[in-house]
Each structure stands twice: as C-alpha cells, then as structure tokens.
C-alpha cells in the first residue's frame, strides 16, 4: 500500500499512541477522562497487553505487590493473591480498557514501521495498514518488549526446541524431555521451579547469580477481598503502605545508605544459607556485587528446584550449540532436548529507537545510546509534539512502574492542557533544560548501588545507567506533576513553526 492510499483511508487523529500495553493503556484513559477522544492507539498484536500479555511462560507472576501494581485510578479489590499471576495481571488490563470505553480506540494488528516528524505537516506515522499523520505522538513501546536471543554459534543446528521465555510455546510438552534454562535472571527463577518437577533432566546455565529474596506471596483471604471491595480506602491504606515501605527501606539503601544495603544483604543471604545446603552449590550460588545492582529476584521455590537430583547448576561459559545439546569451553557437552533462552530483552537497544526520527535525521534510539538528552524520560529536543513513556532513566529496580508511569501520564495531560486546541501547535523542549535534567540524573546515578559495577541490563553498551531513576520515585513524582511552558519552545506551524509565540526562550 502506498503511503498516500494509506494516508487517505486513515482519518487523521489528533494523537497516535504506540502500543496498547499498560503505558498505552493508561494514556488512553487519562486522554479519555481529560475529555479527549480524538486519538488512536496502533498495536501490533491483535490482544493488548503488551509484555503482560506475551510471557505466558508456566510460573510467570509480578515480583511488585498487586495492591501497588495496578493504576491508582483502577484499583482492583479481586486480587487473588498479594503478587498477582500473569494471567490476573493481563485480565485486569484487559478489563480496565474495556471498563474505561478504551477498545474502540485500538487499531488491532497495526505494526509501526516507522514514526518521522516534518516541520511542515507533523508526524507521518507509517503503518504496514498505510501511513497516518497526527499532531501529538506518544510511544508507549515499553522496555520489555522485544525478546533478546543470545547469538550462541551453531543455534541453527540445534536438532530440538528453541524457545525464548517472552515468546513461550504453549503446545510444547517438556514433560519427560531433558531440557537447558540459559540465564538466571527473573524469568528464569520462575521457569526453573515450575517446570522442574515434570522434565526428565533440567540443566540451567548462570552466568551471574542473582540474589535471591524470601517471596512474601500468599493468597489474600475472601474477608480481605470482601473488605476491599466494601471499603476501597482499606486497600488504598495497603497500597500506600507497600509503596512507602519500598520508598524507605529500598531506595534509601540502593541511593544514600550503604550500611542499610549491607544489613540488607547480610539478611538476604540467609536465604541462601537456609535453603541449599551443599557448600558447593551454595558457593556458585552466591552474587559477589551489591545487593540490588542487578533486579533481585524474589523466590522461594528457586533454590529448592536447583538442590533436586534432576538439576545441574552449570557455571562454564558456553561455547556452542551443537545439534545434540550445549557445549561449554570446557569441552563437555550438555545433551538436551530443549533450550529455553531466559536472556532477557533489548532495552537500552529496543530496535524501535531506530524508527521513530525527528528533525535533522535524530532517532529516539540516540536517546539511549547517550547523544540525545531527554527531559523527565518523556521530551527530547529535535523531537517536536512527542512523548515517550517509560523512556530513559524513569525505570525503578524497587517498585511499580506503573507509579512511574502514571507520573509521567500526568504530565503528558497536563502539557496537551496547556497547550490547547490549536491543531498547528509545536512543542519542543528546550536543549538547554534536557542537558540539564540529563545531567543531573546522570550526575545523581553514579552514586547509586545500580552504577556499581555489576553488569546488568539498565546500562547500555557504553556503561551508561539510561534505565533507571537514581532517586526516591515520588521525587520523580513532584517533577512532573505540572509541565511548565517556559521549559519548551512553543509555537504555530502555520507562523512559522519554532517562533515561541506562548512561552519558552530562543535557541
Ligand atoms: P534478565 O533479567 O535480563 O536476565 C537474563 C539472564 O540471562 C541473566 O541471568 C543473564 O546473565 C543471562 N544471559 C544473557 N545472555 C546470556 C548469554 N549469552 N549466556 C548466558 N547467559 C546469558 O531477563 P529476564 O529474566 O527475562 O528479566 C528481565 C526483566 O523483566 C526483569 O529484570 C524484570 O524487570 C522483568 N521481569 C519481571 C518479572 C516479575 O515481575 N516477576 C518476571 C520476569 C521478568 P547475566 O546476569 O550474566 O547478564
């Protein structure tokens, strides 16, 4: 289809929003209940849900509390357990954008291929449905979204199953097979445990251990449900306490106390202690980095599902994939049936980064790669009438994102409110402001346990933490509760597009 054809059969929407998963999600209602309906959500799939929806992997469940893991907007009185299971998490979202008359907004099994912006008409949105141009874009393409395979030789030779943890295959039976986990990160710590009793033989691959933490989860009991469900400010209580709890204990450890850490860790540890008791094993176990540089893993069942006879904890490196199993540098060869690669996700390097341009050529993925400053993880300069959600350094390693999220929500609502109705307003942030909340983050990071030396996937290729917010979340919360005009140069694509004619400064 060509671009024009495309572009003619697609009404032009006020705002496209990329992606209908939790962020997606949320910027539709909060559009909806600020009393704008004129835009569309494009998602690829034809189920919204984003990450939530794609790990359907047996074991997968939220390590955030449910009560704290839910929009403040749309509490949910019917979690059936404190940590809630996938398929809760995906029913509830599916439900709120129902609830919230979010559905006919989505346009099903629209995959962006590109997003470019042009001073003369905005942004052109290229879809493989066509093209559709609109004045505000938001991506909601959250970090968790494209799967990350390790490109280990000799994959293609591999005589059994290939499968990675976020694209799980249901109709797959590892019952009786002899099966590989490479990785021991959060996906991994739940597969592990779930399907070790039924396989034949399971062989996990660590590369780095992770540390592991006691699992609070539990059932929450029908008189709890019932008292939530009668009296909702019993359940806002719950959630404030959950999240001031993380607030003080977890961020003041990870950012300003390092004795708090320390006590932290010496705690932690005793999990360890307690459940394995083979020194060996115990010994490949344990993280020689700081507690909380890496995302910890709550499990109760991990170690457990390693100390059983059917496992192998294996520590070499991996050299190689031959047709028959998994060979490390040591030579030996692991034989398998399956391999389940829990590796993770391309974040700092999330391919769409290269497909959203702004002016002068500037891709988003430069946002990640250091060369491009952003304002509150959610407005860059050279990317005029644009928001991203989940954007860098506005991920948390101690709570809900969806906190984060709606923070950023807030300002996104309260920037289209100021700038009004006019379809030929432009926005753009000035460089001047995003070098210097850059800065300061950047500056702020370096003091924190998650630039301390341990490799993990809130840094990106250069070493640089563009993931992770160095600070209390409600500190990110009072930033961004007002967008203020001055921050952005503001004017009439019709006038002539950078003239600041509502506020802002010169470039
Ligand atoms: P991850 O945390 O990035 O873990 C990937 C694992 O694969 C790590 O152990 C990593 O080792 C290993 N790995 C990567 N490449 C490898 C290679 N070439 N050879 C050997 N090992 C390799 O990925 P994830 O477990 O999918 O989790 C990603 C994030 O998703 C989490 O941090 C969390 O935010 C979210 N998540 C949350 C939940 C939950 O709420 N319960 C569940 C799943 C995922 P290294 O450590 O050495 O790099």
């Not at 572009?7 to 032009?12: F, H, L, N, V």
């Not at 199953?161 to 590989?180: E, I, N």
């Not at 989860?217 to 009296?231: V, Y």
Request: aromatic letters at 10%; proline letters at 7%.
């Amino acid at each position: 289809m060509t671009d024009d054809a495309g572009a003619s059969a697609q009404a032009k929407p006020r705002i496209i929003i990329i992606g209908a998963g939790f962020a997606g999600i949320g910027a539709a209602i909060r559009l909806l209940q600020s009393g704008e309906d004129d835009f569309v959500i494009l998602e690829r799939g034809d189920e919204l849900g984003g990450t939530w929806r794609d790990n359907v992997y047996p074991g997968c469940r939220c390590d955030v509390p449910s009560h704290l893991y839910s929009y403040s907007f749309a509490p949910n009185p019917d979690w059936q357990r404190t940590y809630a299971s996938q398929e809760e998490i995906w029913a509830y979202l599916r439900s709120t954008a129902d609830r919230f008359g979010v559905l006919p907004h989505i346009r099903w099994s629209h995959r962006v291929i590109d997003a470019i912006w042009d001073d003369a008409e905005g942004w052109k949105v290229q879809t493989d449905h066509g093209a559709i141009r609109c004045q505000y874009l938001v991506a909601a393409t959250g970090s968790l979204a494209e799967p990350s395979t390790p490109g280990i030789p000799g994959a293609a030779s591999f005589a059994g199953t290939l499968m990675h943890s976020a694209r799980w295959d249901r109709s797959h039976d590892f019952a009786g097979q002899r099966v590989a986990v490479i990785g021991t990160g959060a996906s991994s710590v739940q597969i592990v445990p779930s399907i070790q009793p039924t396989v034949e033989h399971l062989t996990v691959f660590q590369r780095t251990p992770g540390w592991v933490l006691p699992h609070p989860d539990r059932p929450i009991k029908p008189w709890e449900r019932r008292l939530f469900r009668l009296f909702p400010p019993a359940q806002r209580l719950i959630r404030s306490i959950t999240y001031w709890q993380r607030e003080i204990v977890l961020v003041s450890a990870f950012t300003k106390f390092d004795g708090l850490r320390m006590v932290l860790e010496r705690r932690v540890k005793r999990h360890l202690t307690n459940q394995v008791s083979d020194p060996e094993l115990r010994e490949k176990l344990a993280p020689d980095y700081q507690l909380g540089c890496k995302r910890a893993l709550p499990s109760n069942d991990f170690y457990p599902a390693l100390t059983q006879p059917n496992v192998d904890l294996v520590t070499v490196p991996i050299d190689r994939i031959e047709s028959g199993g998994i060979v490390t540098v040591d030579g030996e060869l692991h034989p398998v049936d399956a391999i389940v690669f829990a590796t993770g996700f391309f974040v700092t390097d999330n391919p769409i980064g290269d497909h959203v341009s702004g002016r002068e050529g500037h891709r988003l993925s430069e946002a990640f790669t250091g060369e491009l400053s952003s304002y509150l993880g959610t407005t860059f300069p050279d990317f005029p009438n644009f928001f991203m959600l989940t954007g860098p350094n506005t991920g948390t390693g101690h709570t809900s994102q969806i906190f984060m999220i709606e923070c950023q929500l807030n300002y996104v609502i309260d920037a289209l409110e100021a700038l009004g109705n006019r379809s030929d307003t432009v926005a753009e942030v000035l460089p001047s402001v995003a070098d210097a909340f850059t800065e300061d983050v950047q500056q702020r990071v370096k003091q924190t346990v998650w630039a301390s030396g341990c490799a993990s996937w809130y840094l990106n290729k250069f070493g640089r933490n563009v993931t992770i917010w160095p600070d209390y979340t409600f500190a990110y919360r009072r930033q961004t509760r007002h967008f203020d005009p001055s921050d952005y140069v503001i004017g009439h694509r019709s006038v002539e597009a950078r003239s600041p004619v509502v506020a802002g400064g010169t470039e």
